[in-house]
């Protein structure tokens, strides 16, 4: 089992060959030191050290053999060191000062609890003097933002080419929505209430962005927990509630009684009532259809039982069952922030999720906050904080992408990928003679990226990823060929197309994510943008009929009955 306990446990060790000069754990070979690890004595501080009073309980606490014993994120850690001092300065978690080189001679690391700067909070939903806090908790700042700037290094000049595939779109501005996010969660935190908060606008503008940006700073502080699922336009197994919970709490991959087994070792869940303890092992297990609206609200009260749980759901238009849910879920006697996104558009073809969103938008505790377009000055340090562009290819980046990150990041990766950007006296510029076309919006930026990849292979490549599509998000090899051969593309055992040599082509463009029995689309949108091709191709009934062959009839895990029976929707033969 990992998590943030994993790390904390090495922090422990470090701490004790700071404080002693000695390693925390010392054997004569590897067998005997993984022996002391899991098995041995705890390593105890010798008296005499110009140490705080009970430092070595914080040590001892770090490196408890049981996980659960542990802290439970890195926030708390911090804290706990921070009291042993017995500061009672400002609001907030401490900080752990940079290290001048010469200082390594030393044992001493000095934390501290900043004071907070408030300056920037524009908005606020509620004032409320914060609830009280458990001992062991770090109490919530009254912003997200961190007393002194970040250090910024200074930028290094043409580097960062090889690693811009591996970055997340920088979250830049937006000071306003995180201040509304941050006193949603500080209102959720002191009334021990739910509330909703939907964040909406146009597809790319960094809705998501915000809403993970908010799950994670809450974990950075100790503030909040967090619960997240996702939506694609057809559902699958790794969309919605069930999986989401199946990630928190590592279920994946099990079945019957290995669900159970897991579920059992989990301490957050020690006080679930039994009925809900069988009905979330029935859930994650998926052998069998249920209403999740009960299950999933309980356990959330129960993940919001000593700090507030933030609850992500990513494209919520798409996701009928999560909406469903919701109405439970805010009923609870919990601290719970849901904020869930949806993209305007899709809501303008979506009835019966845009009317189940109004009425969930009439409750006392909902609001909406609309995403716009990054304003042009942020549009600019946006595409400065991608890479280090000469000012004016970067000026003209953010003019054609009009305020949308998604699509700067996409254009960016384009040029990057064909080897179009070379170091310049400013930054990255263009190669001289390149000659370089910005797509019209960012559908249309996926659909040229795989164009321009698979220019000069087979038909068959591109048309066996629109099969992939209708598959799912996350693509078995093996159902896939068989999904392939059923719709006539390769027929020869696909003599025509190499279908690893096709996943191979995208996991090399970082286009999709290996996992153990195949690949995983790294983006939704990118398999949306496949979905609209096959669609306009008139091939996607056909591509779904093939995949509910491949599954075939005798089915008997609910699962699989639900694919069978969304491939039939989509194919029209839903009736068959």
């Known amino acids: 089992d990992y998590g943030p306990w994993t790390d904390l446990y090495a922090v422990g060790c470090i701490a004790h060959q700071l404080a002693t000069g000695r390693l925390a754990f010392q054997a004569d070979s590897v ?11 705890r390593p105890t501080l010798p008296p ?12 001892a606490r770090l490196v408890a053999v049981d996980p659960a014993e542990r802290f439970p994120l890195a926030a708390d850690a911090a804290w706990a060191l921070a009291e042993l001092a017995g500061d009672e300065g400002n609001e907030g978690p401490p900080t752990l000062h940079a290290l001048d080189p010469a ?14 700067d408030q300056s920037g909070a524009t908005a606020r939903i509620e004032t409320l003097d914060q609830g009280p806090d458990d001992a062991d908790l770090p109490p919530m700042p009254p912003t997200w933002q961190r007393a002194r700037p970040t250090a910024n290094p200074r930028r290094l000049r043409g580097v960062g080419l090889g690693l811009f595939g591996l970055r997340a779109i920088p979250l830049v501005g937006r000071r306003q929505a995180r201040e509304l996010l941050w006193q949603a969660l500080r209102d959720v935190r002191a009334t021990r209430r739910p509330r909703l908060l939907v964040l909406h606008g146009p597809a790319g503008t960094g809705k998501s962005t915000l809403s993970r940006w908010l799950a994670e700073r809450g974990s950075e502080l100790g503030s909040s927990t967090s619960l997240r699922a996702e939506h694609g336009p057809v559902p699958q197994g790794s969309d919605g509630l069930e999986a989401g919970l199946a990630r928190r709490f590592r279920t994946a991959g099990l079945k019957g009684e290995e669900v159970g087994q897991r579920l059992a070792t989990l301490r957050e869940l020690e006080a679930l009532p039994p009925w809900a303890s069988q009905g979330l092992a029935r859930l994650l297990d998926g052998a069998e259809s249920m209403d999740a609206g009960p299950v999933t609200a309980r356990v959330a009260a129960e993940l919001a039982a000593d700090r507030p749980l933030v609850v992500v759901l990513e494209d919520l238009h798409w996701g009928p069952g999560a909406l469903d849910a919701l109405p439970r879920l805010l009923e609870q006697d919990a601290p719970i922030l849901v904020v869930a996104t949806v993209r305007d558009d899709q809501l303008a073809t979506h009835p019966h999720a845009a009317a189940a969103l109004d009425a969930l938008l009439r409750r006392d505790r909902a609001s909406r906050l609309e995403v716009h377009a990054l304003p042009p000055a942020e549009q600019l340090e946006l595409v400065r904080e991608l890479l280090g562009f000469d000012t004016g290819l970067a000026a003209r980046l953010a003019e054609r992408t009009q305020g949308n990150p998604l699509f700067a990041r996409q254009v960016v990766d384009g040029w990057v990928r064909r080897g179009l950007l070379v170091v310049g006296d400013e930054g990255f510029q263009v190669t001289p003679g390149a000659r370089i076309e910005l797509p019209p919006d960012f559908q249309q930026a996926w659909e040229a990226r795989l164009d321009e990849r698979f220019a000069g292979e087979p038909p068959e490549a591109l048309t066996s990823l629109e099969v992939a599509a209708a598959l799912g998000t996350d693509i078995d090899l093996g159902e896939w060929a068989q999904a392939c051969l059923e719709a006539g593309v390769g027929a020869d055992a696909l003599g025509a197309v190499a279908l690893g040599a096709v996943a191979e082509a995208l996991l090399a463009e970082r286009l999709a ?25 008139g091939t996607w009934a056909a591509w779904n009929r093939a995949a509910a062959t491949m599954l075939g009839d005798d089915i008997a895990d609910a699962e699989g009955l639900e694919r069978l029976g969304r491939y039939r929707v989509e194919s029209g033969d839903a009736e068959g």
Request: no cysteine; proline share 8%.
């Open 31 to 41: 067998f005997a030191l993984a022996w002391a690890h899991t098995l041995g004595p």
């Open 103 to 116: 200082g390594f001679q030393s044992t001493t690391v000095r934390f501290d609890r900043p004071s907070v």
């Open 48 to 59: 005499g050290l110009p140490l705080p009073e009970g430092f070595d309980r914080w040590v």
């Open 513 to 537: 994510l290996p996992t153990e029995r195949g690949w995983a689309f790294a983006h939704g949108m990118l398999r949306e943008a496949l979905v609209l091709r096959s669609r306009r191709r």
